[in-house]
């Protein structure tokens, strides 16, 4: 009997919620599988899924062990119209007997890693772009739509197309001064050219380097592979990540009064010995479509924007700009943990061991906004005083939640503005006007830049002497000469060299009788599909126009849109005059990566909306 084909820490996972696969199949990247995901996660849109899930017929969640609604997109609009959604979404969720989050207590990626339903080895999805942040803590996060968490809600079952796999592995460790959020802004901007598109990623490395990246800068980490354009981003199931379980465990064990937290039964030391006794990682000899590797070493703070993840920048390089700032942003389910509050209001902290034991001010004319992941990310601290510290600095408290970075309520971007914030979105007018500037750093960096009134930070990193800049780039990092391996990994090389060439040889083939068999003969036009479509072209000249710029995110928890207002506002963000420039009929053509960003549908629906038949990009 041949050996088993081996699997990347993806494959794994999938294996385990794939349904309906034949005897003896082991699924790979490229396969299509059907999914039942071990969560799934709708949060301010699950009144619009709610509508969707009885349209098609369904009147009871099918597993309501599977479902969790949160409310955390728009709450700080207190309008009828929206006070009536999320009272519609309570109830929905009370009748279907499913796990549901108020408004006030915390977002929901957020509270899905704290109640544990983001577990480890599991594959958990959310009608959220940021589901990818589940992989901090080893849980395979993809996104759906809104279409799709309809299904999961009436069968527990999605589809899914397994993408290809790029492995990133991280070598040396991260200096003092460094984040995880620097990390994810670096390799967003070193690796702009769209190389991890729609690949899910798994992170690794020594175990050197692994235990330099807490949990909390994981979770930045995998947040924000959303933006660096990928499906997932996972980090393996090890000894920093059980740490930090260990540490849940018993932390819900002593303290589970509060109905907020109720861990109890999911965090337990028993769960955890099991896990780590069958304990999921990748194969060796496992293959990936791609590999990169990042020296965490020679990493420095970087900073994103402004407008633009593909645009990251050495944060020295920035403050010797002396950029003016007018809005200062510790906000998201990216940076708004205990932790990130804590590295924030140390810049205070440590600025008012210079001012006589006085906390100063942040500088004048700048507003500094800041919301906790949760509900008890905020009472942590609370608890350590420094929520308290960053209040007395001036900053403005918001409830937890998205907010500013969703473009939703208080402290949005006026035109003309610059603003900098720990979220993990800068996209043009995503965070208020077009005409204003957005730039995303780590929370101490946002702090002391609201502090100085221009982009700086506090001045923890230090640069080694002989650095050089960034080490990055394709491979594994190891230089051939300084590679050992072993007999069986000499084999497995070898071996995975031949299935390569085995692969590719049959590929062509196929590819040849492909050929050969379809020429002369027409695809096929389905029923109702126009044969023709032709118009006057509407040339956008831009690569990576993102769901932001082709549906504003204002728009996109507003219930009660029609369809005339959706063609009013298509492509309004890329540029105002698209509504009166573009006519029914034309066909919109664009640059590479049209759609990036977000998992919104509307983003589809909008272009629907204004009679536009055709997109080529």
């Not at 699997?7 to 794939?18: G, N």
């Not at 290809?164 to 959020?181: A, D, M, N, R, Y």
């Not at 009134?453 to 990193?461: D, H, K, L, N, S």
Request: proline share 5%; hydrophobic share 40%.
């Amino acid at each position: 009997m041949a050996p088993p084909i081996p699997q990347a820490l993806t494959e794994k996972i999938v294996q385990q919620h794939s349904v309906g696969l034949p005897k003896g199949k082991r699924v790979k990247s490229g396969d299509y599988v059907t999914l039942s995901p071990y969560r799934c996660m709708t949060h301010d849109n699950s009144w619009p899924v709610a509508t969707k899930f009885l349209s098609i017929g369904a009147s009871e969640i099918n597993n309501k062990d599977q479902i969790v609604m949160t409310l955390d997109h728009d709450v700080q609009n207190k309008s009828e119209a929206n006070l009536k959604k999320y009272r519609q979404i309570e109830e929905f969720a009370q009748k279907q007997g499913v796990k549901f989050y108020p408004a006030g207590r915390g977002i929901g990626h957020q509270i899905m890693v704290e109640e544990g339903y983001a577990w480890p080895g599991t594959l958990a999805v959310a009608s959220d772009s940021h589901s990818n942040m589940y992989g901090g803590v080893g849980c395979l996060g993809t996104p759906v739509v809104r279409t799709d968490a309809a299904s999961i809600w009436a069968t527990s079952k999605t589809w899914w197309q397994i993408p290809p796999i790029c492995k990133v592995t991280f070598s040396g460790q991260l200096p003092k001064g460094v984040t995880g959020k620097d990390v994810i802004v670096a390799l967003c901007g070193l690796f702009s050219k769209d190389e991890v598109l729609n690949h899910a990623i798994e992170f690794t490395g020594s175990e050197e380097s692994m235990n330099s990246l807490a949990v909390d800068d994981r979770l930045a980490i995998a947040n924000m592979t959303t933006e660096w354009g990928a499906l997932s981003g996972l980090f393996p199931i090890d000894s920093m990540l059980e740490r930090w379980l260990r540490y849940k465990a018993t932390e819900a064990a002593l303290n589970n009064s509060s109905p907020q937290t109720m861990t109890r039964s999911r965090f337990t030391h028993q769960r955890l010995d099991d896990l780590f006794a069958n304990q999921l990682s990748a194969d060796r000899g496992a293959k990936y479509a791609k590999y990169l590797h990042l020296n965490l070493s020679t990493l420095a703070p970087y900073v994103s924007g402004p407008n633009s993840v593909k645009v990251a920048t050495p944060l020295a390089d920035l403050a010797a700009q002396n950029i003016k700032i007018d809005k200062a942003y510790l906000v998201s389910c990216t940076n708004s943990r205990a932790s990130d509050l804590a590295a924030a209001a140390r810049v205070f902290k440590d600025a008012a061991e210079a001012n006589g034991g006085t906390i100063p001010k942040i500088a004048d004319g700048v507003k500094f906004y800041i919301a906790a992941a949760s509900a008890p990310e905020q009472a942590a601290a609370e608890a350590s005083g420094d929520w308290q510290a960053m209040i007395e600095a001036g900053a403005q408290p918001l409830p937890a939640g998205c907010g500013p970075c969703i473009g939703l309520g208080t402290g949005l971007l006026e035109p003309g503005e610059v603003g900098i914030s720990a979220s993990n979105r800068n996209f043009k007018g995503r965070m208020g006007s077009t005409d204003a500037k957005a730039y995303l750093s780590s929370p101490e960096v946002v702090a002391a830049s609201a502090l100085h009134g221009q982009i700086t930070g506090p001045g923890w990193y230090e640069q080694p002497k002989d650095w050089s800049g960034v080490v990055r780039g394709e491979g594994d990092g190891v230089a051939e000469e300084d590679r050992m391996i072993t007999a069986d990994e000499a084999l497995d090389k070898v071996i995975g060299q031949l299935d390569s060439l085995i692969e590719d040889g049959e590929k062509d083939i196929h590819a040849s009788k492909s050929q050969s068999q379809d020429e002369g003969v027409l695809t096929e036009i389905l029923p109702g599909f126009p044969e023709r479509v032709e118009g006057e072209i509407v040339f956008c000249d831009a690569d990576n126009i993102n769901t932001d710029g082709i549906y504003p995110g204002k728009y996109t928890y507003q219930d009660d849109v029609t369809t005339e207002r959706m063609a009013e506002v298509c492509m309004s963000n890329y540029d105002t005059q698209f509504s009166s420039i573009a006519k029914k009929g034309d066909i919109l053509v664009a640059g590479f990566n049209f759609g990036c960003g977000s998992s919104r549908e509307q983003a589809a629906t909008a272009i629907l909306a204004k009679k536009i038949p055709l997109v080529v990009a």
